[in-house]
């Protein structure tokens, strides 16, 4: 885009009021502003496509997080994917696709230091880029060091992480794969189309019961991005020398005041003779993940033994209707919007 083109002003989405209950499109306004200039050092990218997560509930509400939580009044941010308009310095060519962490408007200034070049010859669609794919990458490989021929359970398994999670074990030589969803309508399409073998649906009958069901044999390996009963209900069914990945706590922060506490009755005793390994693990921590992920997840890609489940919606406006309805629990997978 020269710059002749750039136009003065462009829209970005606001946090209206903190959340206290369900989230709702009132939390949200969108505001025309000016388009901001780069500085030294900087780069003016037009934002292509962003992603809405299910932890941007979580920031919303106001409550003491270890991460920076949104401010009504002030824009959103969160994942995307931006074509470099300005770059001044040079570092940057404009054209270029990069990965920044500026969505939820149509245009961001970003330090060059932030921002990620996306390479075609790695993943074959810029939509890729904002798969949550790394976090169970990372949590399967590091955390729950899966062997060949366990056992593995992933709750959440219909969310960004767990949409994925399924089809890594699989890659990674797991035997069987079970995953907990909340309708049958998912649960169908992660038995016909994501690698799990059986699945737990939430309210269709004691959670327990249904996982001894589909592992009677007992789970040698948990991705946990629910906790609550289903952390308890997993624990119940280890077996001895089982690894557990705790990446999130979805039970308690789709609800209420959203904060990421989640006390869980622990069986010590158990844990201790079973030899339970309980490690939580989060992707920030393991900055390497993200190309080590993308080289993994691009030959999956174009072999066509990975997919990538997601919903696409268009405009900058659709972003809060798209995260209210990602809360609602009504898409399998990631959502992105579109700009």
């Not at 200034?109 to 810029?126: F, K, Y």
């Not at 904060?259 to 693990?281: E, K, N, Q």
């Not at 993940?289 to 080289?295: A, H, K, S, T």
């Amino acid at each position: 885009m020269p710059p002749h083109a750039i136009p003065a002003t462009h829209r970005e989405v606001r946090l209206a009021s903190h959340v206290d209950s369900e989230l709702t499109l009132h939390h949200f306004t969108v505001a025309e502003v000016p388009v901001p200039r780069p500085g030294p050092g900087q780069v003016l990218v037009r934002t292509r496509l962003m992603a809405v997560t299910a932890a941007m509930r979580t920031q919303m509400t106001g409550v003491t997080l270890p991460m920076p939580s949104f401010e009504p009044g002030r824009a959103l941010w969160g994942s995307a994917v931006g074509e470099v308009v300005s770059a001044p310095d040079g570092g940057f060519t404009p054209g270029e696709l990069v990965h920044h962490p500026y969505g939820w408007r149509e245009f961001a200034v970003a330090e060059e230091s932030v921002l990620q070049r996306i390479d075609p010859e790695v993943l074959p669609t810029p939509a890729a880029a904002l798969s949550q794919g790394a976090t169970a990458w990372g949590a399967l490989t590091r955390a729950a060091e899966i062997r060949s021929g366990d056992t593995v359970f992933v709750t959440g398994a219909a969310g960004g992480v767990g949409s994925l999670a399924g089809q890594i074990a699989r890659r990674l030589g797991a035997g069987r794969v079970i995953g907990s969803t909340s309708s049958e309508r998912k649960a169908q399409r992660l038995r016909a189309e994501l690698g799990y073998d059986d699945t737990v649906v939430r309210g269709a009958g004691p959670l327990e019961s249904q996982l001894r069901r589909a592992a009677p044999d007992g789970i040698d390996v948990l991705l946990d991005t629910v906790a609550g009963e289903q952390l308890t209900a997993a624990l119940a069914h280890a077996r001895p020398g089982a690894r557990f990945a705790l990446v999130g706590a979805l039970s308690t922060q789709l609800a209420g005041d959203g904060g990421i506490a989640s006390p869980v009755g622990l069986d010590a005793g158990l844990i201790i003779t079973r030899r339970i390994t309980l490690r939580g693990f989060g992707r920030y921590a393991h900055p390497e993940l993200i190309g080590e992920w993308n080289r993994e997840f691009g030959r999956g890609l174009r072999d066509g033994s990975l997919v990538f489940p997601h919903t696409l919606l268009r405009g900058i406006d659709q972003a809060p209707r798209g995260l209210c309805e990602l809360i609602q629990g009504r898409h399998t997978g990631s959502v992105l919007i579109e700009l």
